[in-house]
């Protein structure tokens, strides 16, 4: 909507049109972000409104919007509301197409090669479940994987008479090989498809994808990425990862409203998959065939480009840089101490801002609980698939001051002050 008729609408719902757009922004907390100044984690920590209940450190289930995405969002469902059914029997395809071309853009795909879902978890399933399985074939993934998507391979298996084989990723590996080894001693003659991380979900670790997809390829392999954790978080190319199928969450790190996904299927690959549920146009011999969505919220849609606006404007490597930074600033500072368990690698370039840690003398739910309770800090317990501690997960806005008040709790709880 356009400043001239976003004023009219005020006017008609009876708000002076004195109102501008400035005080707009004033009111919603936005501020401009000088995205070159010395300052610039300060300023990008202004620009969110947090919850001074407590601090957050649980950005990995969702990291909510900043104002200005979440303000820009907020206009496209005005304006979407604003045109009704006009809206969606016209623009709607074409711009989910810009939104997907610009996501394609950011993560290096073409086009062609990407559509927009609702979560990673759709994406995926969108994969396994139309997989042409055949009774004996078999596919490998981890124990340390989501646990929504072992289900769906647990249902797989009970449709088609595929057989799961799961295999436990390192925690502490001492080089690729050793993570790529792991894939490899599982495969059969009968492994068709392998599931892998590109960031494991509970405890930071990030992998070698493309060491094990051209392993996997070599046997003949094809690999889908759960890559939940990945857009948004750090930087990569997806022609340089070598995967077949790759799945993520764009109300994670990339921070678009919830409803979002990605789904990548490299360039000839989309016909052997069946569509899980019947596209307008059956047949197609594009990825579209796989995207029915119905009627779905298109607001959402439009906000990805302005989360990938945010995103390139704050840099992707400089974001990746301060996430990192983050993690170890206070993973360094508690690593080693007695009582004290890091559930992720210690090389730096083996995660980024995710990573877990535990109290050996205490469980995980308990850890967390008394993170809240006494010192106004969120988490979330992981306890399983070998892992046994909090996953802590800062963002952007998240402050020095923030990992100190964390240090000190984890240090008092674990007997260490």
Not at 250 to 272: I, Q
Not at 315 to 332: H, P, V
Request: with cysteine.
């Amino acid at each position: 909507m356009n400043k001239r008729s976003f004023l009219k609408s005020l006017a008609f719902l009876g708000i002076s049109s004195s109102f501008s757009l400035k005080s707009q922004a004033k009111d919603f907390g936005i501020h401009s972000i000088d995205f070159e100044a010395d300052d610039l984690w300060d300023q990008i920590r202004a620009g969110y409104k947090l919850k001074p209940d407590y601090i957050n450190l649980e950005n990995g289930y969702y990291c909510f919007l900043p104002q200005e995405t979440l303000e820009k969002y907020i206009e496209h469902l005005r304006e979407v509301n604003y045109q009704g059914s006009h809206y969606m029997r016209t623009v709607q395809w074409e711009n989910k197409a810009k939104s997907a071309a610009m996501l394609a853009e950011l993560v290096g795909a073409s086009p062609e090669e990407i559509i927009i879902t609702r979560n990673t978890t759709e994406s995926l399933d969108l994969i396994i479940a139309g997989y042409p399985w055949q009774e004996g074939d078999e596919a490998i993934m981890s124990n340390q994987d989501y646990g929504s998507m072992l289900n769906m391979f647990e249902l797989a298996s009970r449709r088609h008479g595929m057989k799961p084989v799961k295999i436990d990723i390192p925690m502490h590996p001492e080089n690729d090989e050793e993570v790529v080894a792991a894939y490899e001693e599982a495969i059969t003659p009968n492994t068709k498809l392998m599931m892998v991380p590109h960031i494991v979900n509970i405890t930071g670790h990030i992998l070698p994808i493309q060491k094990i997809c051209d392993m996997a390829h070599s046997h003949g392999v094809e690999v889908m990425v759960d890559g939940a954790h990945a857009v948004g978080h750090f930087a990569f190319n997806m022609n340089d990862l070598h995967c077949d199928y790759y799945g993520s969450s764009l109300h994670k790190w990339l921070s678009v409203p919830l409803g979002a996904g990605l789904l990548y299927v490299k360039n000839g690959k989309a016909p052997k998959i069946r569509p899980l549920l019947a596209p307008y146009q059956l047949d197609q011999e594009t990825i579209l065939n796989l995207n029915h969505t119905g009627t779905h919220a298109v607001s959402t849609d439009l906000a990805v480009i302005n989360a990938i606006e945010f995103q390139n404007k704050m840099g992707a490597k400089r974001k990746e840089e301060r996430l990192r930074y983050i993690q170890k600033y206070w993973s360094d500072q508690v690593r080693g101490l007695p009582n004290v368990v890091i559930n992720t690698p210690i090389d730096p370039q083996r995660s980024c801002a995710i990573a877990n840690v535990g109290i050996e003398s205490m469980k995980p739910a308990d850890l967390a609980k008394r993170l809240l309770d006494e010192y106004q800090i969120f988490t979330v317990a992981i306890d399983g698939a070998g892992v046994k501690g909090c996953r802590i997960s800062p963002n952007v806005y998240t402050s020095e001051a923030d990992m100190d008040a964390f240090v000190i709790a984890l240090k008092e709880l674990s007997g260490n002050a």
